[in-house]
């Protein structure tokens, strides 16, 4: 699947499933421990404002830290749909891809940057998915993609502190459980 493509489906699937939220369910536990649903969300709307100025060539500094904070406001639904939607014209930008950005551990390309917004677009709607009880299934071509990306970045990202321990699954486990445990999260979780 193409990048842009793939990244696009990720986001808005993701902004759907923030929409399906119930307003008793964004103080509910995710399979992030340390985040309610809230919490979670803005992370993502967070990724999702740095990404623009970054794939525009902003420098972090010049960045700094104008997107902390709640970014949610009294329009959570809304904030999101927004901040995916600048965040995917970003990238979709005539050459968004073929440009550097900077990010807290070096100057990277804008592709792999995307790959791991893909992924973190694609494993946390799994986890809105699973506290807020709609359907858990991955899109096939999302966990395609992700599922292929994510060995090479498994170490770094376990290292680095991004994801927790392996969970373990069985050998015969769908390629969607395997990728949810790789990443640190149970299948069956429940809250």
């Keep these: 699947m193409e990048l842009t493509a793939a990244y696009q489906r990720a986001l808005r699937g993701f902004a759907d499933q923030v929409a399906r939220i119930r307003p008793d369910q964004w103080s509910a536990p ?8 809230r919490d979670l969300v803005n992370h993502l709307v967070y990724e999702d404002r740095w990404s623009v100025p970054l794939i525009n060539g902003a420098s972090l500094g010049s960045v700094g830290n104008r997107f902390e904070g709640d ?10 749909q927004d901040a995916s939607a600048e965040s995917v014209a970003a990238v979709r930008a005539s050459g968004a891809l073929s440009r550097d950005v ?14 791991q917004l893909l992924a973190d677009h694609v494993v946390h709607g799994w986890d809105i998915a699973a506290a807020t009880g709609q359907d858990r299934d ?44 790789a990443f640190g999260r149970n299948p069956r979780w429940i809250a």
């Design 71 to 80: 970014l949610l406001g009294a329009d959570p639904v809304g904030a999101a």
């Design 102 to 115: 900077e990010l807290s551990f070096g100057v990277t390309p804008a592709e792999e940057y995307v790959r």
């Design 30 to 37: 995710t399979p992030c421990t340390d985040w309610t649903v």
């Design 138 to 181: 991955l899109d096939d071509d999302l966990l395609q993609e992700v599922a292929a990306w994510f060995p090479a970045n498994e170490d770094a990202y376990r290292s680095g502190g991004a994801i927790g321990a392996a969970v373990e699954v069985p050998s015969n486990a769908t390629a969607q459980d395997k990728l949810i445990a």
